[in-house]
């Protein structure tokens, strides 16, 4: 091969190729997003109760299905003219002051919410034996760990008054759950033996800290004044997000740590020292490890860091970054299993291996009684208990169910769509993304009097979840429009971005989006679990409102 041909091939491979393939996903993105847009227009789903009163509400849902109202469209209309007014208005400010007075208003809204329930007992179940873990280690019963201590099946009115599974049988079942039960141990060591509030007052803060991150992906994507003005009145308009925090459990704070992790190695790619760069990096997926100790599956992230590495090394050519980044990711993953072995240290306990990772896709093709397509089901306890403990058999139940499962869909097309439209709906178009559902699982101090009851059950529950079913469509219809106007920059600029941190947060918000929308295609589903990689359209949306701002101003500018 001459020297002209190899010349020719080069710019194709360094800079058409990785262009393409970003084109691609990105494409992708847009086609996941316009499935979830029809569902959020078509689709309402809400949760039934057991009765009219606070606390009966259950996971069974309706789905409410039709032709959008008109007053749905008219709503839309209307909070899609104000995001954009509201937006250049304030893109007339001093960005330090926008982000501030956000920051704030947040902080703010939320210990408002927070203050109003005044939870002092909280009945999810998981969270139930997580303080109870928790309670037990810091009062130093570590007997109470033992496989002796309740084991199921025992008749001691000890045990059954508990109402939840020993300490033993849960993290037999669940040892992850390990990290989330030492997060609940530290935050009771220093607030106090089953503190509700100050555990959802820590949420509140991580919330907040995640909106300050999400403003700087906004920056290293593109956002200019009007976008981050955009980015503004999307968050302020966030119900889900500003009672994400309520949720008893570390969802909030381990999503916060996983995109805090991601944001540093993004600005590790922006430092030109060797050793300054590595550091960022280096630390950022440790990060991202403490914050997979508080849910596995945010491994999504880290597995998108991982591809977006991949292309802003394609962009800066620096080949070193690859090898710390995979390095320091198997350290992160290594991290995320060292709460296993401190909980085993400490309580002399072997847990063994828990369920295979192939249970939960198991129950997410399942279709439980009375419950939506995919949510949970007791598919793998039932294994569990029937095998003993036996990974490798537990294993191969739910191999088959899965293959089964798969088999009977493609024999069965029209059954196969019918159940993954129901379960899309219930994970993607549920207005509240089980916010309020979490709001009122438990007894609160104010007997949910005032603002709780309002919101939750009176006259404003209603007014509520129609807002929030047209912020969601809003926020689809902005996300799909911002995906566009990348594709058109990429096109444009016939490069993968500006620098190669732009390179690594373009890829990165697109990969963990795709991968958490594939995860949950198949995986358990809940609402609350499609939650954060719905927050990672914000950046997006408010790119899309910029493009919408610009539009205008350049018709604008050709009329005069």
């Not at 001093?94 to 329930?117: D, E, G, N, R």
């Not at 690594?504 to 991968?515: D, E, H, K, P, Q």
């Amino acid at each position: 091969m001459n020297k002209s041909a190899v010349a020719q091939k080069q710019p194709f491979i360094k800079q058409v190729l990785p262009r393409w393939l970003v084109t691609v996903a990105l494409g992708m993105q847009i086609a996941i997003v316009t499935i979830l847009l029809m569902l959020s227009v078509f689709f309402t789903v809400t949760f039934k109760r057991n009765s009219p009163q606070l606390g009966s509400i259950t996971e069974q849902v309706d789905y409410h299905f039709g032709m959008p109202s008109v007053a749905f469209g008219l709503g839309t209309i209307i909070l899609l003219g104000m995001m954009i007014l509201l937006a250049i208005g304030f893109s007339k400010l001093p960005q330090q002051w926008v982000l501030a007075i956000l920051l704030i208003y947040v902080a703010a809204m939320q210990i408002i919410w927070l203050m109003s329930l005044n939870l002092v007992t909280y009945t999810y179940p998981d969270s139930r034996s997580l303080m109870d873990a928790a309670d037990i280690l810091l009062n130093g019963n570590i007997n109470q760990f033992g496989a002796d201590f309740c084991p199921k099946g025992s008749i001691r009115l000890e045990c059954g008054a508990r109402g939840i599974p020993s300490a033993y049988t849960y993290f037999s079942y669940y040892p992850f759950q390990s990290g989330p039960m030492l997060w609940y141990l530290l935050v009771f060591a220093v607030f106090g033996l089953d503190s509700i509030l100050a555990f959802q007052i820590v949420s509140a803060v991580a919330v907040t800290a995640l909106v300050a991150v999400l403003w700087r992906f906004g920056s290293l994507i593109g956002l200019n004044e009007k976008g981050h003005g955009a980015f503004t009145v999307i968050v302020t308009t966030s119900v889900p997000l500003l009672m994400f925090a309520t949720f008893v459990y570390p969802n909030a704070v381990g999503f916060f740590f996983t995109v805090c992790g991601t944001w540093m190695i993004a600005e590790g790619f922006r430092l030109q020292k060797v050793w300054a760069s590595s550091l960022a990096i280096v630390g950022g997926f440790l990060i991202c490890g403490i914050g997979i100790v508080f849910k596995s599956t945010y491994q999504i992230l880290v597995l998108a860091a991982l591809v977006a590495v991949i292309f802003a090394v394609w962009h800066n050519r620096r080949v070193w970054q690859l090898v710390v980044s995979f390095l320091s990711a198997v350290a992160a993953f290594f991290v995320s299993k060292l709460p296993v072995y401190v909980v085993q240290t400490w309580t002399g306990q072997k847990f063994g291996k828990g369920m295979p990772m192939s249970s939960w896709i198991a129950i997410g093709l399942g279709q439980p009684d009375n419950m939506p397509a995919g949510w949970w089901s007791r598919f793998a306890i039932d294994a569990f208990e029937r095998t003993g403990n036996d990974y490798a058999l537990q294993s191969q139940i739910s191999n088959d169910f899965v293959r089964n499962r798969l088999a009977f869909f493609a024999g069965n097309p029209s059954d196969g769509l019918n159940f993954f439209t129901n379960k899309l709906a219930s994970e993607w178009a549920e207005p509240s993304f089980m916010t309020s559902l979490y709001s009122e699982l438990g007894e609160s101090a104010n007997h949910f009097s005032g603002l709780g009851s309002f919101l939750l059950l009176g006259k404003g529950a209603d007014v509520l979840l129609r807002f929030e079913n047209v912020a969601q469509t809003v926020v689809y219809f902005l996300a799909i429009i911002g995906v566009i106007g990348l594709v058109h920059s990429l096109m444009k600029e016939r490069s993968l971005g500006a620098d190669s941190s732009q390179v690594f947060t373009r890829v990165l918000l697109c990969a963990s989006f795709i991968g958490g929308f594939l995860c949950y295609l198949f995986w358990e589903a809940k609402s609350i679990y499609t939650l954060p990689f719905f927050l990672l359209l914000f950046p997006v949306a408010a790119y899309g409102i910029q493009n919408i701002a610009d539009l205008i101003s350049s018709i604008k500018k050709k009329i005069a």
